[in-house]
């Protein structure tokens, strides 16, 4: 049976070339990704970092080469993934493009830039993608063991799309495809539902401060109600799990919400999340008039 670097050698050599990916960007991503790919015997040729002690660190993890010289990663590599912060993706760019990419995969792992900020790829002979894990790096030499449960979104030349949706299918990963342009929409989507759900917690956790209860009193009151419905959520639709005053129709507890609410930030929270959730009542109960809700959560 062939291995999964066997059967991605297969489809490579198509566009020509072995697989060996360099790594521009040492943080989380680029950490977790190298050693990710070193688990499954892909070949990573090393590291180059804005510092170099940062791709000392990544490739001592990896058992990798960290590169003082940009260019002999270049060379050294037939693929490339970015994984710098997105505002240094386009300067990285710049930069390689000089030296000569022909053949070249390039790949950038930002959620919210598209594959377009490769400014004349054609030209210099190589093909590019933006690659997206859905996925919390939320430590450099940890993430990587969980990695496998990532879910991939990639956009770009077709060329490039063939070839890492290839590679991350054989990996295990399910594999979604997106258009450029809707790729801020798609990352505004997964912060919504990751760092901001973050911030809907701790405006709760402050409301109940203000109740007179500790953080840890918070967390004892909040958690099991935030993790049974979010259990419920990821199993089955929203309209079946939907709860609560506005799915009631219950004007008059949400108007004595928003009143003790007035004037502080999470009223502008609690009226726009409010309106969503009416959106999803009148699909539960399309028989059930929710007029007075939604002019009293449009009213400012």
């Known amino acids: 049976m062939l291995s999964i670097r066997a059967l991605f050698q297969i489809i490579i050599s198509k566009w020509g070339g072995d697989l060996i990916v360099g790594i521009i960007g040492a943080g989380k991503v680029g950490t977790t990704l190298g050693a990710y790919l070193c688990k499954n015997q892909i070949a990573v040729s090393g590291y ?3 510092t170099f002690e940062s791709a000392v660190s990544a490739a001592d993890f990896t058992n990798k080469v960290a590169y003082h010289d940009i260019k002999e990663l270049l060379d050294a590599s037939d693929t490339l993934f970015i994984t710098t912060p997105d505002a240094e993706i386009g300067h990285v760019w710049d930069c390689i493009v000089k030296y000569g990419l022909k053949n070249k995969i390039v790949c950038h792992f930002s959620g919210s830039l598209s594959s377009y900020v490769f400014s004349g790829i054609e030209a210099a002979g190589a093909v590019g993608c933006s690659v997206h894990p859905m996925f919390a790096f939320s430590d ?4 990587y063991k969980f990695f496998s449960a990532a879910c991939i979104t990639i956009e770009g030349q077709e060329k490039a799309v063939y070839s890492m949706k290839t590679l991350f299918e054989n990996l295990g990963h399910p594999v979604f495809t997106v258009k450029a342009e809707d790729k801020i929409r798609y990352h505004a989507a997964a912060a919504l539902a990751s760092n901001y759900m973050i911030g809907l ?15 840890e009193e918070g967390r004892m009151l909040l958690v099991p109600l935030v993790r049974n419905n979010v259990d419920s959520m990821l199993e089955k639709r929203a309209v079946e799990v939907l709860t609560g005053p506005v799915e009631r129709g219950d004007v008059g507890t949400i108007e004595a919400h928003l009143n003790t609410l007035h004037g502080l930030d999470a009223e502008n929270i609690y009226r726009s999340l409010g ?10 109960n399309p028989e059930r008039d929710y007029t007075a809700v939604e002019n009293l959560l449009g009213t400012e």
């Open 48 to 50: 180059y970092s804005r």
């Open 140 to 143: 450099k030499f940890e993430s």
């Open 275 to 284: 309106k969503e959730l009416v959106a999803i009542a009148r699909q539960k």
């Open 201 to 215: 917690f701790q405006t709760s956790l402050d409301l109940l401060e203000t109740c007179g209860f500790s953080e």
